[in-house]
């Protein structure tokens, strides 16, 4: 069994799907083909559903013992759209703010109507911040010249500005290094023109080594309470956390990836701790069925050879759309209630699916590469078949293909 640790690929396929996963008895078909909102498009599209994230944000705060949650969308909301997965999240009670880690991202997030507080968690543009501020993004402060800027701030917009302070205990990644955060928070927290609304770290997502960063959070915010000082909120768990860091949950979770229905690192295990709902369904539409006969090949460099009749089908999606080259190690694609082999090479724009003896399949069916229609494309399924990390396969999704909402 290879390590499923974050972001790292994953190096089997289809070994690694549950025995039902590959089969076509699962589920037994419920609804004959996905409504589809752009059933007159052939080129990729992705639908985002609202239950779905909706459960899912319940289960997370569920897991982290009904805490509210910083949303996580930076990254064109891992690849499910900046403004739509947002606008469909906003309206969860539990979901307090959204964070995100692109300047241009916050004013995207604005200018769709987003309400809830917006954090930056990076550095911003040159030149940037003062609009940020100015239009109440909430900035992540880590370096010792932050606070003399944002008193200028408070004194030009005369009021105080709400900050969060982003200490590095061990990721040594962004952040004000924990060595020497103390006076540095001692003196945000006293600043009359700043709030701080919370202060906060990321985890490393190592065992012995969270619990250490956690400590190393906990004793900063101890210290400045003896002093008699406010260090607001205190987090640092991401999807990982929330499910394998219940020390680390402290009084707010960030979730990302998880959301939208992947799991963090060991989905096997993580499915049966706490079930989560593919939140999106990419398809394409077929654009060409057609036989081969036997020693027919597919695509480029041949690579699969029919060694009988066979059925195949084309789908208009690529790895230019970010569908993985890989996929032709395992993936499946969804059509008609059954699932189809990818066979010989994923182009740019196009894949091909092996049908079988018959034609089960017409031009114009709707295909599902990822979704909620069958445990086989999941997103973690597929990215486990195609060898990729699920953070991967989510954000190489063309952000110029549309999305609609449900
Ligand atoms: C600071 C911070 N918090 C939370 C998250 C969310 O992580 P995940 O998508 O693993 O839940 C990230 C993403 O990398 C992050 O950088």
Not at 19 to 34: F, M, Q, R
Not at 314 to 323: K, L, M, R
Not at 336 to 361: C, F, M, N, W
Request: with cysteine; proline share 8%.
């Amino acid at each position: 069994m290879p390590s499923f640790t974050r972001r790292h690929f994953l190096t089997t396929a289809a070994s690694l799907l549950p025995a039902t996963a590959l089969t076509n008895s699962w589920p037994a078909p419920k609804a004959p083909e996905p409504a589809s909102p752009m059933r007159d498009r052939y080129d990729p599209w992705l639908e985002v559903e609202a239950r779905a994230l909706h459960e899912n944000i319940n289960t997370l705060s569920r897991l982290a013992g009904g805490r509210s949650i910083i949303s996580m969308v930076k990254n064109n909301s891992y690849g499910l759209g900046i403004a739509l997965a947002p606008k469909l999240i906003e309206p969860h009670p539990k979901v307090k703010a959204f964070g995100v880690v692109k300047t241009e991202e916050c004013f995207q997030l604005l200018k769709s109507g987003i309400r809830k507080p917006i954090l930056l968690l990076a550095r911003p543009d040159d030149g940037a911040e003062f609009d940020l501020v100015r239009h109440g993004i909430q900035m992540c402060l880590y370096t010792p010249d932050a606070l003399s800027r944002f008193e200028k701030f408070s004194a030009q917009l005369q009021q105080r500005i709400k900050v969060h302070a982003y200490v590095d205990t061990g990721m040594n990644r962004v952040g004000m290094p924990h060595r020497q955060a103390a006076q540095w928070l001692a003196e945000l927290a006293s600043s009359p023109s700043i709030e701080l609304v919370s202060t906060f770290t990321d985890l490393t997502e190592d065992p012995e080594f969270d619990l250490e960063q956690v400590r190393r959070l906990r004793a900063l915010a101890d210290e400045l309470k003896q002093s008699g000082l406010p260090a607001g909120a205190l987090h640092a768990a991401s999807s990982h956390g929330i499910y394998h860091r219940p020390d680390a949950h402290l009084d707010l979770v960030r979730p990302g990836l998880s959301q939208f229905g992947a799991y963090p690192s060991d989905y096997k295990k993580e499915e049966l701790q706490a079930p989560l709902i593919p939140a999106y369904r990419w398809s394409a539409r077929v654009v060409r069925v057609s036989q081969m006969e036997k020693g027919d090949s597919v695509s480029y460099g041949r690579k699969y050879i029919a060694t009988k009749p066979t059925w195949i089908a084309t789908v208009p999606i690529g790895h230019a759309d970010g569908y993985p080259r890989t996929a032709v190690n395992g993936a499946v694609v969804f059509i008609k209630g059954r699932v189809y082999p990818v066979i010989g090479a994923v182009s740019a724009s196009h894949t091909i699916v092996a049908l079988g003896d018959e034609q089960t399949v017409n031009e114009g069916d709707t295909a599902v590469l990822v979704g909620p229609d069958h445990l086989a494309v999941a997103p973690d399924s597929v990215a486990a078949s195609s060898g990729i990390s699920v953070y991967d396969l989510l954000m190489h999704m063309n952000p110029a293909q549309p999305g609609v909402g449900s």
